[in-house]
């Protein structure tokens, strides 16, 4: 069994930045795309962002690119998203998948998840 434990989510004003973290045991981390969505009450699931197993290709939703910046490092077993410039809008659950079939950039896939960790930006 794979388990993902993400963390570093809070409480930031609007411009801010956060550092989210996913860390992956069970299996070798090295095997599996990643990816984050999130979902913000009310709201469904949505794709945030995507990286491959060597992390050389990166995808990311229209409504974060040029502000968020997903990496990995598989030394560690340990994905990140470097969050910048924050928005209300931002507000969500942040989920972290672990696919080992594909690059997770779609809410629908045999895949792992983590718990989720809390962003939210005041205004």
């Known amino acids: 069994q794979v388990q993902l434990v993400e963390s570093g989510g809070g409480l930031v004003q609007a411009g801010g930045s956060l550092r989210l973290s996913c860390a992956v045991s069970?299996?070798?981390?090295?095997?599996?795309?990643m990816g984050w969505f999130r979902q913000a009450p009310g709201k469904e699931r949505e794709f945030v962002s995507a990286?491959?197993?060597?992390?050389?290709?990166?995808y990311y939703a229209d409504s974060v690119k040029g502000r968020f910046t997903i990496s990995r490092d598989n030394a560690k077993s340990t994905m990140y998203l470097q969050m910048n410039s924050l928005k209300p809008e931002d507000t969500a659950v942040y989920y972290c998948?672990?696919?080992?079939?594909?690059?997770?950039?779609?809410?629908?896939?045999?895949?792992?998840w983590g718990q989720g960790t809390q962003v939210t930006v005041s205004s």
């Open positions: 998948a672990a696919d080992p079939n594909i690059v997770p950039t779609v809410v629908a896939g045999r895949r792992y």
């Open positions: 990286i491959n197993r060597n992390g050389t290709r990166t």
């Open positions: 069970g299996r070798t981390f090295s095997l599996y795309a």
